[in-house]
T-cell receptor, first 110, second 114 residues
Framework: LAKTTQPISMDSYEGQEVNITCSHN???????ITWYQQFPSQGPRFIIQ???TKVTNEVASLFIPADRKSSTLSLPRVSLSDTAVYYC???????????FGSGTKLNVKP | EAGVAQSPRYKIIEKRQSVAFWCNPI?????LYWYQQILGQGPKLLIQ????????DSQLPKDRFSAERLKGVDSTLKIQPAKLEDSAVYLC????????????FGPGTRLTVL
C-alpha cells in the first residue's frame, strides 16, 4: 500500500477556501485517491475519490496532477463545522484496501 | 437507511481481562472491516471480511485478538487477554463491494485498559 504524507495541522478562517495537499510518491497505476473526514468521537466519513485530473462533488473538489504523485483537497468557504481531521488515502482497487496516515487536523476559526 | 451499529460504545477493563465488541454492518454490505485507532493516529486495519471469509488479517495480533463474521452479517472482535497498549477506539466499517467502494464507519467502541 502506498503511504501518504500530509501536513499535521492547518488553520483557516470561516468563509475561506482551504486546500490540503497530500504527497503519495509511490502511488501504483491502479490506485485511486480518496479523502475521508473525521470528527471527534466519530468514525471517518467519505468525502471524495478520484483517479486523475479533477473531481468535484457537493462538498469538495479533488485536484490530481498528471503524474499523480500528489493530490489536493479543496474545501470551498469553510465553516466552523468543517473543523476535523482529513485523511488522504491511496489504494482501493484491490479488495478496497487503504492506508490511513495520521491525517491533517484542520482548525477553522471564526 | 440505518448506519453501521456498534456496541458497547465504551468499555473499561483491567489488563489480562477479555473483552468483545459487536458490529452490525449496513444491510447488504458484503465487506466488513475492523480498525484500531489509537489516540492521535489514523485508523489501522485489523481484519477485513468479504461475506464470512477473511480477506486480510495481516495486522491482527492473532495471539490475543480474534474476529468472526458468522453468516456473513454481524461480526465480533475479541481481545483475550487485554494489554495496556490495546487502549484505543475500535471502529467497524462496511462497504458494498471490495473495489473502490465507500466505507461507512460506525461510531466506534472506546476501550480503556487499566
Amino acid at each position: 500500500l502506498a503511504k501518504t504524507t500530509q501536513p499535521i495541522s492547518m488553520d483557516s478562517y470561516e468563509g475561506q477556501e482551504v486546500n490540503i495537499t497530500c504527497s503519495h510518491n509511490n502511488i501504483a497505476t491502479n490506485d485511486y485517491i480518496t479523502w475521508y473526514q473525521q470528527f471527534p468521537s466519530q468514525g471517518p466519513r467519505f468525502i471524495i475519490q478520484g483517479y486523475k485530473t479533477k473531481v468535484t462533488n457537493e462538498v469538495a473538489s479533488l485536484f490530481i496532477p498528471a503524474d499523480r504523485k500528489s493530490s489536493t483537497l479543496s474545501l470551498p468557504r469553510v465553516s466552523l463545522s468543517d473543523t476535523a481531521v482529513y485523511y488522504c488515502l491511496v489504494g482501493g482497487y484491490n479488495f478496497n484496501k487503504f492506508y490511513f496516515g495520521s491525517g491533517t487536523k484542520l482548525n477553522v476559526k471564526p | 437507511e440505518a448506519g453501521v451499529a456498534q456496541s458497547p460504545r465504551y468499555k473499561i477493563i483491567e489488563k489480562r481481562q477479555s473483552v468483545a465488541f459487536w458490529c452490525n454492518p449496513i444491510s447488504g454490505h458484503a465487506t466488513l472491516y475492523w480498525y484500531q485507532q489509537i489516540l492521535g493516529q489514523g485508523p489501522k486495519l485489523l481484519i477485513q471480511f468479504q461475506n464470512n471469509g477473511v480477506v486480510d488479517d495481516s495486522q491482527l495480533p492473532k495471539d490475543r485478538f480474534s474476529a468472526e463474521r458468522l453468516k456473513g452479517v454481524d461480526s465480533t472482535l475479541k481481545i483475550q487477554p487485554a494489554k495496556l497498549e490495546d487502549s484505543a477506539v475500535y471502529l467497524c466499517a462496511s462497504s458494498l463491494d471490495t473495489r473502490l467502494a465507500e466505507q461507512f464507519f460506525g461510531p466506534g467502541t472506546r476501550l480503556t485498559v487499566l
